[in-house]
């Protein structure tokens, strides 16, 4: 039994680490030094010349020796060379500012500290999918736990062998619990497995939200 568990319990450790390495990667949102090489053909003058369509004027674009250096507000249009709004960021143009729209890594990491097990984390950034996986294990979880407490009641052990008030056969019953417990103990596993994951992985900050924006980095 010991052999089947531990056989069960890396099935679901190696179903997990492919979920994540599933996720999407980290997309660069950074000024980028090289931008000319990713479209030679296109050089610029003046900063003017790296404007998004609907940006007349904007101190967050810069022309830096022929490149367009787009700062966090925007992104390198590696297509035409020039910048264009980014979805994780919301200009402001009678401010000249930059509104960050990106989720919390401090609450994604305080989430999946406390709440991790209900998927709440998950919710908070957006990935549904994985917040209900999460939240569907723990419920099984605690399904299991539920029967098996209730078959523990009915079960009545004597000296030799032990029989269940709706069964009669002695063996039975114990294999009935013996099955609860294992389930019980992979479930929780995969809880507690998942759970360390995720604390190592938004430390890290490794994880994109569900519109594929980095996590603010301000834990």
Excluded: H
Aim: hydrophobic share 40%; with cysteine.
């Amino acid at each position: 039994m010991v052999e089947n568990l531990v056989n069960c319990f890396l099935l679901l450790l190696v179903l997990l680490v492919s979920v994540l390495n599933g996720l999407p990667t980290r997309p660069e949102l950074t000024v980028r030094d090289s931008a000319v090489s990713y479209n030679q053909s296109f050089e610029c003058v003046t900063a003017s010349e790296c404007y998004p369509p609907d940006v007349t004027d904007t101190s967050l674009i810069l022309c830096v020796q022929g490149v367009c250096l787009c700062y966090p507000c925007f992104q390198f249009d590696s297509g035409t060379g020039k910048c264009s709004v980014s979805q994780c960021f919301t200009y402001e143009p009678a401010t000249d500012e930059c509104v960050d729209n990106r989720k919390s890594q401090r609450e994604a990491f305080l989430f999946s500290f406390f709440l991790s097990s209900l998927g709440v984390a998950n919710f908070y950034i957006g990935e549904i999918i994985l917040g209900i996986i999460q939240l569907s294990i723990t419920l099984c979880f605690i399904c299991v736990c539920c029967s098996c407490c209730c078959y523990m009641c009915c079960l009545v052990c004597s000296e030799d062998s032990c029989t269940c008030c709706f069964n009669e056969d002695s063996f039975l019953p114990v294999c009935t619990l013996v099955s609860f417990v294992s389930i019980g103990f992979s479930l929780l596993l995969t809880i507690a497995c998942w759970w360390i994951v995720d604390l190592i992985v938004f430390i890290l900050n490794e994880r994109n939200a569900g519109d594929g924006c980095t996590l603010r980095n301000n834990l």
